[in-house]
């Protein structure tokens, strides 16, 4: 008998749907709005990834990417009107599928391409109607 019969196979997901972004290039920080290039744990351009967004307090959005200083995949909550460039996107990398699955997880959303298209329409609005200054 096979010793690895009684071990429940976990779905491999080769590729996934997901909502994507850009950290805006020069964001304007504290009351003097001091203009600086991205954001502390990211570059400016930075492409992210949209894990999940607060829906009701309309803020903040978890965000997959680059770490600006040492490269490595990070997930943070970052205010959503650091981001630009909404799109859709078809998503290969293990480590960013995993780290959206697993706040899929913590959060009880199932991540599909609906949920993911539904981010890119509703970040820009909120951004629009609550974080104009």
């Known amino acids: 008998m096979d010793s690895n019969s009684n071990i429940a196979a976990v779905p491999v997901v080769e590729s996934l749907w997901c909502a994507t972004a850009n950290i805006k290039k020069e964001i304007a920080f504290g009351e003097e709005h001091i203009i600086k290039k991205g954001t502390k744990h990211f570059r400016g351009g930075a492409k992210v990834h949209i894990a999940s967004a607060y829906g009701g307090m309309c803020n903040n959005a978890t ?20 981001l630009e460039n909404f799109r859709l996107e078809l998503v290969y990398s293990p480590k960013v599928i995993n780290l959206i699955l ?18 890119i329409m509703l970040i820009p609005e909120w951004i629009e109607m609550y974080h104009q200054n």
């Open 63 to 82: 965000v997959i990417g680059h770490h600006r200083s040492n490269g490595r995949y990070i997930r943070i909550d970052i205010p959503v009107k650091h």
């Open 102 to 119: 697993k706040n899929s997880d913590e959060s009880f959303v199932e991540y599909t391409k609906d949920y993911a298209e539904n981010l």
